[in-house]
């Protein structure tokens, strides 16, 4: 799931519940499987959230192996803390895509989950992933291109500046489209691409898209001339949209398996 690097405590409790959903849950399986995780290897976290992930990836790791996790946002590190307790093998600290406080070749495998549409400088953050990774490394990336979202609404000209505001919390909502380019040109080899798509075309608690809506409403608020009224509106708007039974929602996310290439 997407969130800004710097959350506070709130925002990162709302980051938190959509994590939970059965949406994201699914992504994460997926991204377990492309990584093909073993016992005894050395996995970074670029960007941990609130651990979901991490803990999933430490398991695997088992205590023969490590985990490391680093993310810009302490709120997120406490709630990511306190998923990980009990495992010995994991430790976080605070730190950025861009310089990474580990030495070269120091991982086996590295996860990068809904962080590089974040970074301005998407090279230079490729360059540390690659360094810290063994000749042979792997890495999962995953961003999302937000031009791919369908969000149905009764009133569409009011959408379209909601969600083009908030398109303003990232550096590139439309990254996977250049991703590939941008990974080669870091050195890496390309092993896998593929869609994951959200699909919700209902309404429900559970659901990505109705856990984004707490995410959306408190940012757009004053960006692109959006107001308080019309981004609650909009949050009316496809709670009766889900009431009668008109609701609709699919958005895309792509995973990249890349390999750092082995010294001959």
Same mark, same amino acid.
């Given at each position: ?27 994460? +399986? &997926? ?5 093909? *995780? !073993? #016992? %005894?290897? /050395? ?7 609130? @651990? ?72 230079? +953050? &490729? ?5 810290? *990774? !063994? #000749? %042979?490394? /792997? ?7 937000? @031009? ?117």
């Amino acid at each position: 799931m997407a969130h800004p690097p710097r959350f506070d405590e709130k925002a990162a409790r709302r980051v938190e519940a959509v994590y939970t959903s059965p949406d994201v849950a699914g992504q994460r +399986a &997926l991204i377990l499987r492309a990584l093909e *995780l !073993r #016992p %005894g290897e /050395r996995v970074l976290d670029v960007g941990v959230g609130p @651990g979901f992930l991490a803990r999933e990836l430490a398991e695997a790791a088992g205590p023969s192996g490590a985990l490391r996790g680093i993310d810009l946002s302490p709120a997120m590190l406490e709630l990511a803390r306190r998923r990980l307790e009990g495992l010995p093998q994991a430790s976080l600290q605070e730190g950025d895509a861009l310089r990474l406080p580990f030495g070269e070749g120091e991982f086996d495998a590295a996860v990068s989950i809904q962080v590089y549409e974040y970074v301005e400088d998407v090279g230079a +953050a &490729l360059a540390e992933l690659h360094r810290v *990774l !063994r #000749p %042979g490394g /792997r890495a999962a990336i995953l961003d999302t291109d937000w @031009g791919s979202l369908v969000w149905r609404a009764g009133d569409a000209a009011r959408a379209r500046r909601i969600l083009e505001a908030w398109d303003e919390h990232l550096a590139d909502p439309h990254l996977p489209r250049t991703l590939a380019a941008r990974l080669r040109g870091a050195g890496f080899e390309i092993l896998r691409r593929e869609a994951i798509p959200i699909l919700n075309p209902e309404y429900g608690p559970e659901t990505y898209s109705v856990g984004m809506i707490s995410l959306v409403v408190p940012f757009v608020i004053g960006r692109r001339g959006v107001t308080k009224e019309e981004a609650k509106a909009w949050a009316e708007d496809l709670k009766g949209l889900g009431e009668r039974g008109e609701y609709f929602f699919s958005l895309n996310r792509y995973l990249f398996l890349v390999r750092k290439p082995p010294m001959e």
